[in-house]
Structure formats: structure tokens, C-alpha cells
């Protein structure tokens, strides 16, 4: 028996040092760290427990029978973060330049399906050259079998894609059906067909960078949600971020200690918003004020900057926060600020993550480019995500709140349960001096002096329809309140819903706009 242990020590050795110390100095050599490294910054110290690592390949062909290597390019198991549980796989570049073969599949298929029974986070490491050309066909299926887990696991368990090398062809949309996408810059890229391809089909010359890198991914095509300089940064906020979410959908997210506190005064509030509906400021400044201790993660804070969506804590409970970025084009509704939004209430609601929305909104972005492009399905999806979402949902009202935006942005009217607003609010159907040029076009074209009758007659428009109180006198807005006591409120209102419970009506799914 002492003999077999030291041999099963030995082979241990062999499988933690890796393929080759030549593969291990060409992954140095890229600037890229090894998959237990990487591991070893993503988990607690020391709880790493991994699953099946003396699996090897079965194929043939190609000289596949010669090269059998341990983990076959994948090490797959579980640890803690903050002491809970979470699932891992992560691709060896070193080993088949982390190319998926069936067995290969066989280790993520299990992880995953461990990850689901267990109700614990499931986070990829990817790191790949995609399927494994030498075993054909079989290593497509094995690429099903993991887009099969990912559409059931999803809602249920947080699925987090790290992006630290290539992820080229079908293996991309995994991570595209996880719920959120980390990149690392000149390191990672992930397309569906490479330069060279693209090159032949279209002869457009572009770099990996260039086609599919972190920072194209971060603001052109809305692909990762987050993009970092190197490896260590990019884990640290990995764990950051799952600090913040659930283990899955039968638990809440996790509460902290709070030293903020509850009823602090927000007094700079009143200086940071110009009550000038057509200046523009910081609503991430707005957001730092209320938010315990200034802290908060944004998500896709690079693509669709007129809306921020963002993590972060309210007396040590974890919110949702949506709000209008008047810096960014006057914080319009378009189509790619109505997708960002949309998916981000959908997580919030499937993880049990109560949703503050902060308006300061003009209106959808006019344009033949937005018609055309689908601004009317694509603003749908942001109103369907909130009325079919059942968790807490509080909406603040700053300034504007102007025609479909007002009414998609979680108005009372398609089911928040409280809306507030700041004696700066104006909601109207449009802005006075719109609304004034279609209501008294006639009167305002035969006045003798037409400039100073428009003038009179806005003033009269604001002072009937669009004075701050016209809304709460109707009931569609619960209370104005003052802006320094913002914080306090909301964390009022958000203690009292936390036990909130809403029915929905049986159905085997629904059919939401694409």
C-alpha cells in the first residue's frame, strides 16, 4: 500500500507541474498565467477540490494515441469565495492549446451538472483554440452539451465567463449564454470567424485585436461586461462580483455588516443635479452619494454610457441600480442603452436582486437609424423585462421624465411598487416648448409678436401640467421628497419590501420581443 501512495504521489506531481516546463514558459511568454494559477487567485487559499484529474483522451488518429496528457486540457472542481461555494472549470492552453475533445467535454459537462445540483456559481476560465479538429464531430457535440447546461442552468445559477486567451468559432457562445463576460486586454478575444477568414470572405485586413479584443467587446459590441489589464485585477473583481450574488435562485443575495449609515443626509445632492432640465451632470455621482460607502459595480460601463446599470449595497443589502446618464447623450433611451438595461433587470430579477431606478430621461433617441435598426422592439424588451420582474422595484424621479421613456423606465403605471420624486421633477408627455408648438401652433402663428406668445404660453403650459407636484396630486407618484433624504428613503422602502411576493399567472414561458 505505501508503495501505491507514493506512486499516486508521484503521478499527483506530475499533474499539478503541467505538460512540459517549455509549455509552461511559452504560456509565461504571452503574459498569460497557468490554469492552477489562475485558480489558485480566483478561489480561497487552499480550497480547491478538483474533479476526475487523471482523466485522459480515448481518441486515435493524427497521433493522438502517442499524446495522453493528464486533466486532457481542462481542470475542472470546486472551492469557496468568501466561503461559499462556487464550481470552476479552466481551459489548459498548454495541453492541445486548450482545444475541447470529448473527454475534455465529458469533465466541464459533469462541473457544470455538479454546479446546477449543488446550487452553486459555476465560473469558466476560458482559455481555448476551440474544438479539437482531431477528433471531429464528436468535439462539436461535446460544445452542445455545454450550450445545453448553460441555457438550463440559467436564472438559476450565476454563470460568470472569464475570457484570459482565445475563444474563437462556436465555442464563443457559451460565454455569450452566461450571465456575465470578463476580458482581459491583448490577451483575450473571442469572434466567430478569425482575420483570416474574414479577410478571405471580405478583404477587410484586421487584427485578433481589432476583430474581437476586450476593449471592441467592451464598447462597440456590448459582448463582455467588463474589461481589465492583466489577470490578477480581472479575478479579484470575479470574486468581487460573486460577493454580490446569490449562490442561485433559492437563496438572497448575500448581507454585509453596513458602518454607513442608515439615515445619513445626503446634503450634496442638491449641488450635483442643476434643476436646468438642459444641463447635463454625473448621475455616477448621484449614485456614490446614496450607495453605502460610495462603492459600486458597474456593469457594461463602457458600452451604452446614457444608461448605467449598477451593483452595489443600501444599508448592506444588495440593489440593483438602472439610471439615465445625462453626460451621455442627455441620457436617451436607444437601442443599445434599452438591451444593456433590459438584460440587466432580467438578472436582478432572477437572482432575487431588488431594482432602484433613477430617471433623468428625455426620451427615445429620434433617428431613421434608430427606427430602422428596431428602437420600438429593442425599447420593448426594457418593458417587458420590468413588468415581468416580481422583485422590489423602487423608482426615483430627479428631473425629466419625458413620453414612452417615462412610462418603460418603471413607471407606477407597468408595476413599481413606490415611486418618488425630487421637487426638480418634470413629468410631462413631452417638454414645454414642444408640447406649446403643437398645442397653440395656431395661436402662436397669429400673435403679432409670436416668440414672446410661445414664451407666455410655455410658462402657462409648465405652470398647469408640469409643475413638480401635478403627478403626486394624481397618485402616480407616492411622495416628493427631499434630495438629501434620498438614502434614507429608499432604504426604508426597500426594508419594507423585502418580504414582497408576487404571483404570476401559469405559463409555460414567456415571449419576450428579440
Not at 60 to 79: A, I, M, N, R
Not at 346 to 368: E, K, N, R
Not at 419 to 426: D, G, V
Not at 474 to 481: A, E, H
Amino acid at each position: 500500500m505505501r508503495s501505491r501512495v507514493e506512486e499516486l504521489a508521484g503521478l499527483r506531481e506530475r499533474v499539478l507541474a503541467g505538460p512540459s516546463a517549455k509549455a509552461t514558459a511559452a504560456q509565461r511568454a504571452k503574459g498569460k498565467l497557468t490554469v492552477r494559477e489562475r485558480i489558485g487567485l480566483l478561489l480561497d487559499e487552499g480550497s480547491f477540490h478538483e474533479v476526475e484529474p487523471l482523466r485522459r483522451h480515448r481518441a486515435s488518429g493524427f497521433g493522438l494515441e502517442e499524446k495522453k496528457p493528464y486533466t486532457d486540457g481542462v481542470v475542472t472542481g470546486w472551492g469557496t469565495v468568501e466561503g461559499r461555494t462556487v464550481c470552476v472549470y479552466a481551459h489548459d492552453f498548454r495541453i492541445f492549446g486548450g482545444a475541447l475533445g470529448e473527454a475534455h467535454a465529458t469533465k466541464i459537462h459533469k462541473i457544470m451538472d455538479m454546479a446546477l445540483a449543488a446550487g452553486a456559481p459555476l465560473v469558466s476560465l476560458n482559455d481555448g483554440a476551440g474544438a479539437r479538429i482531431q477528433e471531429g464531430v464528436t468535439a462539436l457535440a461535446g460544445y452542445g452539451g455545454i450550450f445545453r447546461r448553460n441555457t438550463a442552468a440559467s436564472g438559476v445559477i450565476p454563470q460568470i465567463s472569464v475570457m484570459l486567451g482565445p475563444c474563437a468559432g462556436g465555442a464563443a457562445y457559451s460565454p455569450a449564454l452566461t450571465d456575465f463576460v470578463f476580458m482581459v486586454r491583448e490577451t483575450s478575444q473571442m469572434f466567430i470567424t478569425g482575420p483570416d477568414v474574414v479577410k478571405a470572405v471580405t478583404g477587410e485586413e484586421i487584427t485578433q485585436n481589432g476583430l474581437g479584443g476586450a476593449d471592441v467587446h467592451a464598447e462597440t459590441s456590448g459582448v463582455c461586461h467588463f474589461a481589465y489589464d492583466d489577470e490578477e485585477t480581472c479575478l479579484e473583481e470575479v470574486r468581487y462580483l460573486l460577493s454580490l450574488l446569490p449562490r442561485n435562485n433559492r437563496e438572497n443575495p448575500p448581507a454585509v455588516p453596513c458602518d454607513d449609515p442608515a439615515d445619513r443626509r445626503c446634503e450634496a445632492l442638491a449641488d450635483l443635479v442643476p434643476v436646468d432640465g438642459n444641463r447635463p451632470y454625473d448621475m455616477a455621482k448621484v449614485i456614490e452619494e446614496i450607495v453605502d460607502d460610495g462603492e459600486y459595480l458597474e456593469v457594461h460601463q463602457r458600452w451604452a454610457r446614457n444608461i448605467i446599470c449598477a451593483l452595489a449595497r443600501l444599508d448592506g443589502q444588495v440593489t440593483g441600480i438602472v439610471a439615465n446618464q445625462p453626460q451621455s447623450l442627455a441620457g436617451v433611451l436607444d437601442i443599445e442603452a434599452s438591451e444593456k438595461a433590459a438584460r440587466f433587470v432580467q438578472m436582478c430579477d432572477a437572482f432575487s436582486i431588488p431594482i432602484v431606478t433613477l430617471l433623468d430621461v428625455p426620451g427615445f433617441l429620434p433617428g431613421v437609424g434608430q427606427e430602422h435598426g428596431g428602437i420600438i422592439r429593442h425599447g420593448a424588451k426594457l418593458l417587458y423585462a420590468y413588468c415581468d420582474a416580481t422583485v422590489p422595484r423602487i423608482s426615483l424621479i430627479l428631473r425629466k421624465a419625458y413620453g414612452g421613456a417615462y412610462i418603460v423606465m418603471d413607471s407606477q403605471s407597468i408595476g413599481a411598487d413606490l415611486t418618488y420624486a425630487w421637487p426638480t421633477n418634470e413629468i410631462a408627455v413631452m417638454g414645454a416648448e414642444g408640447a406649446a408648438n403643437v398645442i397653440f401652433r395656431r395661436q402662436i402663428a397669429e400673435a403679432d409678436d409670436p416668440e414672446a406668445r410661445r414664451a407666455e404660453l410655455v410658462k402657462e403650459y409648465k405652470a398647469e401640467l408640469m409643475h413638480p407636484y401635478y403627478a403626486a396630486e394624481r397618485g402616480l407618484v407616492d411622495d416628493v421628497i427631499d434630495p438629501a433624504g434620498t438614502r434614507s428613503v429608499l432604504i426604508a422602502a426597500l426594508a419594507m419590501l423585502r418580504s414582497k411576493h408576487a404571483e404570476r399567472p401559469t405559463r409555460k414561458h414567456g415571449n419576450p420581443p428579440q
